[in-house]
C-alpha cells in the first residue's frame, strides 16, 4: 500500500519531466522553422533568446508547481494508505483472534467426542475379548483330553513292544556269550591236554634217559628199522641223472641217380 | 680198476656219510704227501681207525693214483660219494662206534654194499629214533607214538583223576 | 582265475623235508622238498617260517618271512599252507605287517570265523569282470578334482622329489574320504619305523582310521616282507571291493619295492638288466596295478583307486621305475618342491600332470570350466615370456595375466582342508567373473576367505553354491555369480 503513491509519485515526476522535454522540443521546433533575415537576426535572436527566457521561466515555474502538487498528493497518498494499512492491521487482526477462539471450540468439541467413542469402543472389546478367550479355553481343554488319551494308548503298546524286544535281546546276547563261554571253555580244556602231553613227554624224557640203557634205546632203534623195511619205506633212492635219450633215427635221403657221362 | 670199484674199496669199514667224506680228505692228504712230498714223511690221520682203514685199502688201490690223476681221480670220488643218499636217522642219544658198525653191517646186509647212513641228534624223540629217505621224514620215535595216542592217554588220566577225587 | 580263498591242508602221517645247501642273508637254498608248490611256506626246525619262491632244477630257493639264523644243514619241513592273508572287517583300524601281524599294539586281531584266507600274490580279474570308469573319485582338493580330476577305479601314479608334499596330499586324500564310505588302506613299504608310527598318529588324531587299513613294512623288516607289502595290501582291498565297497588304495613308495625287488633277484643270481633291475621288474608292477579298477555287479560291484607313489631326482626321471609305472597307470601327477617351498599346495605341477580318464566322469559345469582354466593359465604363461620384453601391455593382457594370478591364488589350499565339488566350482567360477577382474589383486587375495565363506555361508551366495554343478554351463554359473558378485562389498575389507 505504500508503494502506490510512491508509483504515482513517480509518474507524476515522469510527467513532468516529459512534458518539460516536450516543451522545450517544440520551441526548439518553432525556431528551427522560421527562416531569420541575416539583419533580423541579431535582433530576433535577442527576441527570441528573451521570449525562450521567458518560456523556460514559466516551464520551470510550471515543473515546480506540478512538482510540488505531486508531492503533496504523494504526501496526502502515503498518509492515506498508511491511516488504511493500520485500520486494516487491526481488523485482520480481530478476525483471525475470532477464527482462533471458533477453531479451538470446535476442536476441543471433537476431541471430547472422540475419547467418548474410543473408550466405548475399548470396553466393546473387552468384552468380545472375553468372550473369545472363553471359547478357545474350552476348545484347548477338550483337545487335551484327547491328546491325553491317545498318549496314553500309545505309550501303553511302545511298552509293550520294548519290553519284548528287549527280553529277545537280552536272550541272544545270553546265548552269544553262552557260547563263547563254551568257546572258550573248550580252546582251555584243548590247551591244558596239551601241556598234559607236554608234560608227559618231559617227564618221559627225564625218566628214560635214566631208565633205559643203551641197549634198550639200540633194541628200539632196531624195530623201528624193521618197521620201516616191512613199510617199504626204504625203496630204491630217487635217482638224480637223467637217463640219455634215444638217438635220432636218420632222416631218408633221396636216392641219387649215378650221372651219365657223354 | 673203475671208480665204482675204487668206491666200493673206499667204503669198506666206513658206515657213514661224515666218515666217509673225512677218510676221502685223509686219503687225498696221504697221497699228496706220497707223491708229492719232498721227503717222505710221517704221516698223521686223524684216528687210528682211519690209518687202519688207510692202510686196509691196498698197494693195487695206491696203484691207481699217479701225479697225473691223482687231483681229478680224488675230487672225481669226492663227487661220487657226495652224490650217495645216505638214510638220516635222528636218535635222541649219541650213538658209539662200535654200534655204528654194528647198524652199518645190517643196514648194508638188507640194503646194499654202499648203504649210508648220517646220524643226527635230537632229544626231544625220547627214545626210537626218526628216519628221512627220498626227503621224506618219518617218525618211528616214543614222542610220535605219544601223539598219536594222545586221547587214549587222555582220557586214562581223566579216568584216575575222577578216581582220586571220589577217592 | 576267481581269487578263491585257500584251506590249509592236515598234515599226513609223513612229511616231506629238505636241507639247507647255502644260506644268502634271508635267501636259502634246500635240497629235497620233492613235491613243493610256489607259495608255500615251509617251516624250519627252531620255527622260523620261509616263503617257497623258486624252484630250481635241484634246490628249492626259500624267501625267510621270520627272522631267525637259519644254519646250513638244517631241515624244513612242509607246513601244508600256502601264503595267505586272513582277511576281514576286523582289519579296518588297525596296522598290520604284510603277513597279518598286527603292528600298532592293540593286541591280537580279534577274527570271526567268517574270515577268509586269501592268497597274497593273486592274478588280476579279466576283462569281462570290469566296467567302465564313470564316477569321479573326490579328493576335496580343487586343483585336482577340477584340472587334473579322478574317476572311481583309475590308478594314478604321484611322483615328486623330496619334500614336495606328496606325503601331506596322500594323507589329506585319505582323510578327505571322511563322508564318502570308502575303504582307505595305506601301504608303507621301506619306510622308517618313526615315520610309519607318524602316519599312524595322525590318522587316529584326524579320525580316519576308523575306515583305514594299514599295511607296514618298515625298512628295518626283512626284504621279503617289504617285497609282499603292496600284494597283501591289494588283497585286501580287493576283499572290500567284493564287498561292494569303493577301496582307496596307496602305495607308498613302489620304487623302494622295485629296489627290494632288485635286492632279491641280485641275491638269486638272476641277471640283472637295465640298472641292475631284473627282467621281471615291469611285470611285478603291472600285475600288482592290473588288480585295480571298476568292476560289474556280478563280481561285487565296487571299485579299486590306486594311487602309488614314487620318489625321483626331477632333473632326470626317465629312469626306468618311473617310466615303467607311468605307462601303465591311467596317469601322473607330478609335485615339485620348488612349488612347495613357495607355499603352493598342493605343489602339483598342472601342465606336467595328466589324468587320462579323469575327464569322463567330470560333471559337464566342471569340465567346461577346467577347460577354461587352463586356456586362461597357458595364454597367461605364453603372454608372460611376451611380457619380459615390453613394459607396457595392452589391456587384454593385463586382464589375462591377472586372472591367472587370482586363479593361482584360489588354486591354492591349506593342509587338511575339504572343498565339496560343488564349492570348488563356485569358487573357482567367482575368479573368473568381473567382478573380480578389476578389483586390485591384493585386495582379492587379503579376502580370500571371504570369498570362500561368503559362498558357502552368505544367503545370497548359498543357493547358487549348492546348485553349481546343476546349471547348463559354466557361463551361466559365472553370470548367475556376476548378479550377486557386488553383495561382496560390504564382506571384504
Same mark, same amino acid.
Given at each position: 500500500m505504500s508503494e502506490l503513491p510512491y508509483s504515482q509519485l513517480i509518474n507524476l515526476i515522469l510527467l513532468v519531466v516529459i512534458t518539460a522535454g516536450v516543451s522545450i522540443w517544440c520551441f526548439k521546433e518553432y525556431f528551427k522553422n522560421r527562416l531569420p533575415k541575416p539583419s533580423d537576426i541579431d535582433s530576433d535572436i535577442d527576441i527570441v533568446t528573451e521570449k525562450n527566457y521567458q518560456l523556460l521561466h514559466d516551464a520551470i515555474k510550471k515543473s515546480q508547481e506540478i512538482i510540488s502538487s505531486a508531492e503533496l498528493e504523494g504526501i496526502k497518498l502515503t498518509a492515506g494508505s498508511k491511516f488504511q494499512n493500520k485500520n486494516m492491521e487491526e481488523k485482520y487482526a480481530e478476525i483471525l483472534k475470532q477464527t482462533g477462539e471458533d477453531l479451538q471450540k470446535q476442536l476441543t468439541g471433537q476431541a471430547i467426542r472422540a475419547e467418548e467413542d474410543f473408550v466405548g469402543f475399548l470396553s466393546e472389546l473387552q468384552t468380545r475379548g472375553q468372550q473369545s478367550q472363553n471359547l478357545i479355553d474350552e476348545t484347548i481343554k477338550e483337545k487335551v483330553d484327547a491328546l491325553f488319551v491317545r498318549l496314553n494308548t500309545s505309550l501303553d503298546t511302545l511298552v509293550g513292544q520294548t519290553v519284548s524286544k528287549s527280553l529277545e535281546a537280552i536272550q541272544h546276547e545270553l546265548e552269544i556269550s553262552r557260547q563263547a563261554t563254551e568257546s572258550y571253555k573248550q580252546q582251555q580244556l584243548t590247551i591244558i591236554d596239551e601241556n598234559v602231553i607236554d608234560l608227559l613227554e618231559k617227564t618221559l624224557s627225564l625218566v628214560l634217559v635214566k631208565k633205559l640203557t643203551l641197549r634198550d634205546q639200540l633194541d628200539l632203534v632196531y624195530e623201528a628199522l624193521e618197521k620201516a623195511k616191512a613199510e617199504k619205506f626204504l625203496t630204491e633212492p630217487a635217482t638224480t641223472t637223467l637217463k640219455t635219450p634215444a638217438p635220432l633215427p636218420p632222416l631218408p635221403t633221396v636216392a641219387q641217380q649215378p650221372t651219365k657221362v657223354n | 680198476m673203475t671208480n665204482a670199484e675204487l668206491i666200493d674199496k673206499l667204503l669198506?669199514?666206513?658206515?657213514t656219510k661224515t666218515d666217509a667224506i673225512r677218510r676221502i680228505r685223509s686219503l687225498h692228504q696221504f697221497l699228496e704227501n706220497q707223491l708229492f712230498a719232498s721227503r717222505i714223511s710221517e704221516f698223521t690221520a686223524s684216528s687210528s681207525a682211519d690209518v687202519a682203514w688207510l692202510s686196509g685199502l691196498g698197494a693195487d688201490f695206491m696203484k691207481e693214483f699217479t701225479t697225473e690223476n691223482m687231483y681229478l681221480k680224488v675230487e672225481d670220488l669226492d663227487t661220487q660219494i657226495k652224490k650217495i643218499q645216505a638214510l638220516i636217522i635222528y636218535l635222541p642219544f649219541e650213538v658209539p662206534q662200535g654200534e655204528v658198525v654194528r647198524l652199518g653191517l645190517r643196514m648194508r646186509k638188507d640194503f646194499g654194499a654202499n648203504f649210508l647212513l648220517e646220524f643226527r641228534f635230537d632229544p626231544t624223540l625220547i627214545a626210537g629214533c626218526a628216519l628221512v629217505w627220498n626227503n621224506i621224514y618219518k617218525d618211528y620215535s616214543v614222542k610220535k607214538k605219544i601223539n598219536l595216542n594222545k586221547e587214549i592217554i587222555l582220557t586214562s588220566i581223566r579216568e584216575y583223576l575222577a578216581e582220586q577225587n571220589r577217592v | 582265475m576267481d581269487n578263491k580263498p585257500t584251506t590249509s591242508k592236515p598234515l599226513s602221517s609223513s612229511q616231506e623235508v629238505g636241507f639247507v645247501l647255502s644260506v644268502r642273508d634271508f635267501l636259502v637254498y634246500s635240497d629235497g622238498l620233492p613235491s613243493i608248490k610256489i607259495n608255500e611256506i615251509v617251516v624250519s626246525e627252531t620255527g622260523a617260517r620261509g616263503w617257497v619262491n623258486g624252484l630250481l632244477e635241484d634246490r628249492v630257493q626259500i624267501l625267510m618271512i621270520d627272522e631267525n639264523n637259519v644254519q646250513p644243514g638244517e631241515m624244513f619241513k612242509r607246513s601244508g599252507k600256502s601264503l595267505d592273508l586272513s582277511v576281514g572287517q576286523h582289519l579296518i583300524g588297525r596296522a598290520i605287517n #604284510?603277513? /597279518?601281524?598286527?603292528?600298532? /599294539?592293540? /593286541?591280537p586281531l580279534k577274527k570271526i570265523k567268517a574270515d577268509e584266507l586269501f592268497e597274497i600274490d593273486q592274478e588280476a580279474s579279466g576283462i569281462d569282470k570290469r566296467q567302465f570308469i564313470t564316477d569321479q573319485f573326490i579328493t576335496g582338493l580343487g586343483v585336482i578334482d577340477t584340472l587334473i580330476p579322478l574317476g572311481l577305479g583309475q590308478r594314478e601314479l604321484v611322483l615328486g622329489d623330496i619334500r614336495s608334499g606328496k606325503g601331506r596330499f596322500l594323507l589329506d586324500v585319505v582323510i578327505n574320504?571322511?563322508?564318502? =564310505?570308502t575303504v582307505c588302506v595305506y601301504c608303507l613299504i621301506g619306510k622308517a619305523t618313526t615315520e610309519v608310527r607318524a602316519i599312524m598318529d595322525e590318522l587316529t588324531a584326524s579320525g580316519a582310521l576308523s575306515y583305514t587299513v594299514i599295511v607296514a613294512a618298515s625298512a628295518n623288516d626283512m626284504a621279503p616282507l617289504n617285497y609282499l607289502a603292496p600284494h597283501s595290501a591289494m588283497t585286501i582291498a580287493q576283499y572290500f571291493q567284493k564287498l561292494g565297497k569303493n577301496v582307496l588304495v596307496i602305495l607308498d613308495d613302489l620304487g623302494i619295492h622295485a629296489k627290494v625287488h632288485r635286492e632279491i633277484s641280485l641275491l638269486s643270481d638272476k641277471s640283472p638288466g637295465r640298472?641292475?633291475? #631284473? =627282467?621281471d621288474i615291469f611285470y611285478q608292477h603291472s600285475h600288482l596295478l592290473e588288480r585295480a579298477g571298476r568292476f560289474t555287479a556280478e563280481f561285487g560291484g565296487g571299485s579299486i583307486t590306486v594311487l602309488p607313489a614314487i620318489e625321483i631326482n626331477l632333473n632326470d626321471f626317465t629312469t626306468l621305475i618311473p617310466t615303467n609305472i607311468m605307462s601303465m597307470t591311467d596317469g601322473h601327477l607330478l609335485f615339485k618342491s620348488a612349488l612347495f617351498s613357495q607355499g603352493i599346495y598342493p605343489s602339483v605341477d598342472i601342465d606336467l600332470s595328466v589324468s587320462r580318464v579323469g575327464r569322463q566322469t567330470q560333471n559337464r559345469v566342471q569340465n567346461s570350466l577346467s577347460s577354461k582354466i587352463r586356456n586362461i593359465l597357458s595364454q597367461a604363461k605364453s603372454l608372460e615370456t611376451l611380457s619380459s620384453f615390453s613394459s607396457e601391455l595392452p589391456e587384454e593382457t593385463q586382464i589375462i595375466l591377472k586372472q591367472k594370478n587370482i586363479l593361482e591364488e584360489f588354486l591354492k589350499q591349506d593342509f587338511r582342508t575339504y572343498l565339496p565339488l560343488s564349492l570348488q566350482t563356485a569358487f573357482l567360477g567367482l575368479a573368473l567373473t568381473n567382478y573380480l577382474k578389476f578389483k586390485p589383486l591384493d585386495v582379492i587375495i587379503r579376502n580370500k576367505m571371504v570369498f570362500l565363506k561368503g559362498l558357502f555361508e552368505a544367503r545370497e551366495f548359498a543357493q547358487i553354491t549348492a546348485n553349481a554343478l546343476k546349471f547348463k554351463s559354466d557361463d551361466e554359473l559365472i553370470a548367475k555369480l556376476e548378479t550377486v558378485a557386488s553383495k561382496f562389498d560390504s564382506l571384504i575389507k
Open positions: - | 669198506i669199514g666206513t658206515y | #604284510p603277513i /597279518g601281524v598286527p603292528l600298532d /599294539g592293540k /593286541g574320504q571322511k563322508q564318502t =564310505g640298472e641292475s633291475y #631284473p =627282467g
